[in-house]
């Protein structure tokens, strides 16, 4: 079942013309958002993001478009599957410019739906880089532009599929993103983070790289957190070689650590650690 413009229908049901702009332009933004039991992780946040990127795109924003509208919508949606409530849900919102025209659309007005997928941990778990190691490795075929467009979640993220295709191809889990300007700023799924010592590193988002959800909630978490100093500010491919640890962040996978960069290998000793402030967060917020 998917939400089509506030209407649960069938997946057979819910089908986008081909002059959808979203599909034919990339003229669209999504929210890829948790739901854990009955409660939507970070709505706030996730919500104010995608109103934020529909104005930056110079979508008309519909009145209806409240936040309480919106997370209704979300769990209407995955009730409608008639899920258990202790299941971890993965879930897209996706708004599109709902008009005709060709690069430049004739009205500004949008459409949207929902989908959902089913997640296998209720909360967020490390993974064991002894058994299973994450192997990463720089992407330098397509260069991140560093402005205001690459940190929205639009449909226009081809480098991304691309980098995806590249490391599967070449036997690595991932791999780190570059800007313009060769700092590195993300993974190909994921903000990046870097940890040498105490000190907790992450790109600032002016490097071009996507405002995170869950980077959000770590850099507050982090911040309040007296025996790690946090400092967000460009990472060189170099200092990769030089950290303790690395590790990748998104709301659906929450933290992911990486095992390997070329001759180098990291630790999980403070990555626990942060992944344990996180947990703890949440509980407290439910």
Not at 54 to 81: G, N, W
Not at 163 to 182: H, P, R
């Amino acid at each position: 079942m998917i939400n089509f413009n506030g209407e649960i229908v069938s997946n057979t049901q819910a089908n986008l013309s081909v002059f959808n702009r979203g599909f034919a332009y990339g003229d669209a933004v999504f929210e890829t958002i948790r739901v854990n039991g009955n409660t939507i992780l970070f709505w706030e946040d996730h919500y104010f993001r995608l109103m934020a990127s529909m104005r930056i795109l110079r979508m008309r924003i519909p009145m209806e478009f409240t936040l309480e509208y919106l997370e209704k919508q979300i769990l209407d949606t995955v009730a409608s599957h008639g899920i258990p409530k202790n299941q971890s849900i993965r879930v897209k919102l996706s708004v599109f410019r709902d008009s005709d025209g060709l690069y430049t659309p004739q009205k500004n007005s949008v459409g949207f739906f929902i989908s959902i997928a089913k997640i296998s941990q209720a909360f967020y778990t490390l993974n064991d880089i002894k058994t299973t190691p994450y192997e990463v490795e720089l992407y330098k075929d397509h260069l991140v532009a560093n402005d205001l467009l690459s940190t929205l979640k639009t449909n226009n993220r081809i480098l991304n599929v691309l980098s995806g295709i590249f490391a599967k191809e070449n036997g690595f889990a991932n791999v780190l993103l570059l800007n313009t300007e060769k700092k590195v700023i993300e993974a190909s799924n994921g903000n990046i983070f870097l940890i040498k010592g105490n000190t907790v590193k992450t790109p600032p988002t002016a490097d071009g790289c996507i405002s995170g959800v869950l980077k959000k909630q770590l850099l507050r978490i982090l911040k309040e957190n007296k025996e790690i100093t946090l400092t967000e500010s460009s990472i060189s491919a170099f200092e990769l070689q030089k950290a303790d640890e690395l590790f990748v962040t998104n709301v659906i996978s929450g933290i992911t650590s990486i095992s390997k960069y070329r001759k180098k290998y990291f630790s999980t000793d403070v990555t626990k650690k942060i992944l344990n402030l996180l947990n703890t967060d949440i509980r407290l917020k439910k």
